[in-house]
């Protein structure tokens, strides 16, 4: 066992399911109060607000774990607070994104949308998800979770991502500046990146133009990835052959949008993981990290303030 060189204590906030006590504790980790812990298990993602707070009048405190993978909303804070250590969930989340987003590609290339949608007997339709063109934007864990569940189908992998060096189960890895020849023979597109400023919209009507005809989009990253208005113009022209969208913008999707009677649009709440699916997950990584930041090792899960993820 590492001999301990920062203190244990971890506070859990706002204090939640007995899940995350049980996984600090495993960890080698005491449960204590916020003005005691020099480590915290930040649980509420929209309250940057209370959680910068929370660090300005605990002083102790230089590790904070995020609860989810995108960290958009609190990344001036991130950067604003370089003396401390963030982690997030972006190793913890790709199994069962990537799961979600190759179920969206084969109903979308098996015409599942539309048989779902009949209430009576039809005629047959689809094409194979098998030897198919697959980009993926985004080279993290979900990239690579997705690319080893696609391995089986025999795809042609092209990733686009900030480097270009090798990337495991890709024929080929481009830069964004080359996003539309990464489009232009894509079977299916795949958004699986952090929101940025420079990704939000990164698919827009000129990208959503470049794809071949009938080629699908898959976004199980985050809604403003895409321009909502351009993805309907394409869909509704019969330029796209579908979406599959666990998030959109806006989000919730409200009743009535035109996104929920468009054919070829598969919609689901945002449920590529859930907290159902997360907890053995997330246990795993907070475990781990109380263990890493007690023995004064590298933590997983580094959240890059410049970087954004």
């Given at each position: 066992?590492?001999?301990?060189?920062?203190?244990?204590?971890?506070?859990?906030?706002?204090?939640?399911?007995?899940?995350?006590e049980?996984?600090?504790e495993?960890?080698?980790?005491?449960?204590?109060?916020?003005?005691?812990?020099?480590?915290?298990?930040?649980?509420?993602?929209?309250?940057?607000e209370?959680?910068?707070?929370?660090?300005?009048?605990?002083?102790?405190?230089?590790?904070?774990?995020?609860?989810?993978?995108?960290?958009?909303?609190?990344?001036?804070?991130?950067?604003?607070?370089?003396?401390?250590?963030f982690?997030?969930?972006?190793?913890?989340?790709?199994?069962?994104?990537?799961?979600?987003?190759?179920?969206?590609?084969?109903?979308?290339?098996?015409?599942?949308?539309?048989?779902?949608?009949?209430?009576?007997?039809?005629k047959?339709?689809?094409?194979?998800?098998?030897?198919?063109?697959?980009?993926?934007?985004?080279?993290?864990?979900?990239?690579?979770?997705?690319?080893?569940?696609?391995?089986?189908?025999?795809?042609?992998?092209?990733?686009?991502?900030?480097?270009?060096?090798?990337?495991?189960?890709?024929?080929?890895?481009?830069?964004?500046?080359?996003?539309?020849?990464?489009?232009?023979?894509?079977?299916?597109?795949?958004?699986?990146?952090?929101?940025?400023?420079?990704?939000?919209?990164?698919?827009?009507?000129?990208?959503?133009?470049?794809?071949?005809?009938?080629?699908?989009?898959?976004?199980?990253?985050?809604?403003?990835?895409?321009?909502?208005?351009?993805?309907?113009?394409?869909?509704?022209?019969?330029?796209?052959?579908?979406?599959?969208?666990?998030?959109?913008?806006?989000?919730?999707?409200?009743?009535?949008?035109?996104?929920?009677?468009?054919?070829?649009?598969?919609?689901?709440?945002?449920?590529?993981?859930?907290?159902a699916?997360?907890?053995?997950?997330?246990?795993?990584?907070?475990?781990?990290?109380?263990?890493?930041?007690?023995?004064?090792?590298?933590?997983?899960?580094?959240?890059?303030?410049?970087?954004?993820?």
């Amino acid at each position: 066992m590492v001999e301990a060189t920062r203190s244990p204590d971890v506070a859990i906030l706002p204090r939640s399911a007995p899940y995350l006590e049980e996984a600090v504790e495993a960890g080698g980790g005491r449960v204590v109060d916020v003005s005691e812990a020099s480590g915290l298990i930040w649980t509420r993602p929209s309250a940057v607000e209370e959680l910068e707070h929370t660090l300005e009048t605990h002083s102790r405190i230089g590790w904070v774990q995020l609860p989810s993978a995108g960290v958009e909303d609190q990344l001036p804070l991130i950067r604003s607070r370089r003396d401390l250590v963030f982690t997030n969930t972006k190793i913890t989340y790709a199994p069962p994104v990537a799961e979600m987003a190759l179920g969206l590609l084969i109903a979308l290339f098996r015409d599942i949308d539309r048989y779902a949608r009949e209430t009576t007997w039809t005629k047959q339709s689809g094409r194979m998800l098998t030897g198919s063109e697959i980009t993926i934007v985004g080279g993290g864990g979900i990239a690579r979770a997705l690319a080893d569940l696609l391995a089986p189908f025999g795809c042609r992998i092209t990733v686009v991502r900030r480097h270009d060096r090798p990337f495991a189960g890709a024929e080929r890895v481009l830069t964004p500046a080359h996003l539309h020849e990464a489009l232009r023979d894509a079977d299916a597109v795949v958004l699986a990146l952090p929101l940025l400023d420079d990704t939000t919209g990164i698919l827009g009507a000129d990208e959503l133009a470049a794809l071949p005809e009938g080629a699908f989009v898959v976004n199980v990253a985050r809604g403003a990835h895409i321009d909502t208005g351009a993805l309907l113009d394409s869909l509704r022209s019969g330029h796209l052959g579908g979406a599959g969208l666990d998030v959109t913008d806006p989000e919730p999707l409200p009743d009535g949008h035109p996104l929920w009677e468009t054919p070829g649009v598969i919609i689901t709440p945002h449920s590529a993981n859930f907290a159902a699916l997360s907890v053995p997950l997330l246990s795993a990584v907070i475990t781990e990290n109380v263990g890493r930041w007690a023995g004064d090792r590298e933590m997983r899960a580094i959240v890059d303030p410049d970087l954004g993820y």
